[in-house]
């Protein structure tokens, strides 16, 4: 099974909030995921973000590809430093 980290998006119309995940690949976007790993919410001045890095670490450790902005989101809370340094 192919997992991968990426958005899921909860919130209100025009109000968007999103879940960072991981789920199957072959899922869609708002379905059926694996493990919940933080929030970013981007409305807010500035963007608010909370990961737990430990499960992110664990994940890319058994092969989980993010996606570019989850990438981007993991290099700003430490994540992918932590991952890289382990390695």
Known sequence: MAVKLRLTRI???KQPQYRIVA???RSPRDGRFI????????R???SALTVDNDKAVKWL???A???ERVAK???VSGAMEQ?????
């Open 11 to 13: 919130g209100k119309k």
């Open 23 to 25: 789920a199957d690949a």
């Open 35 to 42: 493990e919940i790993l933080g929030h970013y919410d981007p």
């Open 44 to 46: 807010q001045d500035p």
């Open 61 to 63: 450790k058994e092969g």
């Open 65 to 67: 590809q993010p996606t």
């Open 73 to 75: 989101l993991l290099t």
């Open 83 to 87: 991952f890289k340094g382990e390695k």
